[in-house]
């Protein structure tokens, strides 16, 4: 009889330490899934009504996804949220730079005004600073970098193409500094492809762009 009790209480304690860890999988996931929710309702919100929120804005992003990265430690399998919050991360970003570059006033000079449009508004100055870029955000900053240059190599001087240069090796300079503060493997390896994918653009970009004002010159 005495064993029957024993075995009885310790199949109540599983079954309660079942339920427990269920119950807080299930606050993890809805934690991640409110995350994704929330960038994508402030994406649909107009910039004019954003832009006198804008700093409560950022400050509820920052809440809710520190708390969406730290709830992925109680998802068993948390490869699809990690994806989700990965997502919704640069998607965030991109939005952000977006809106901070419509909200600023405009830039003094083309070299600021190729600064905020590689990078967002006032993110980057004269001291070429990168101090702002982290372990979480340095993929999307490449990410941002490399594809408003692949969408704008047409339009840029030889001028341009060394500035751009400039900006390239001290954004190159910072990540190896955030490699040592907790860059993931995964997120190495997206910025190598973006790596890849610059090299051979600026190359060719910047010849074609010497070209083109050789010949002018000559005219």
Not at 195 to 206: D, G, H, L, S, V
């Amino acid at each position: 009889m005495k064993n029957i009790k024993i075995v009885a209480g310790i199949t109540l304690l599983v079954l309660g330490l079942t339920s427990c860890k269920d119950e807080k999988q299930e606050k993890a996931q809805k934690t991640v899934e409110n995350y994704v929710i929330y960038v994508d309702s402030v994406k649909n919100v107009a910039a004019a009504d954003l832009k006198d929120n804008w700093k409560n804005v950022e400050a509820e992003y920052d809440r809710r996804s520190e708390e969406a990265q730290a709830a992925l430690a109680d998802v068993k399998d948390n490869t699809a949220a990690t994806e989700k919050i990965n997502a919704s991360k640069i998607k965030y970003e991109e939005f952000k730079n977006e809106m901070e570059a419509q909200f600023a006033p405009p830039a003094s000079n083309p070299k600021q005004q190729l600064r905020d449009a590689l990078f967002g508004a006032g993110k980057l100055g004269d001291d070429m600073s990168f101090s702002w870029v982290n372990a979480q955000n340095i993929h999307s900053v490449y990410q941002q970098f490399v594809h408003t240059v692949e969408n704008n190599k047409d339009r840029y001087s030889r001028e341009d193409w060394d500035e751009i240069k400039l900006m390239y090796e001290a954004l190159d300079s910072r990540k190896n500094t955030v490699e040592k503060e907790g860059l993931t493997a995964e997120d190495n390896r997206k910025i190598a492809g973006l790596k890849i994918k610059f090299a051979p653009m600026y190359k060719i970009n910047r010849m074609g762009a010497k070209s083109e004002e050789n010949k002018e010159a000559k005219k």
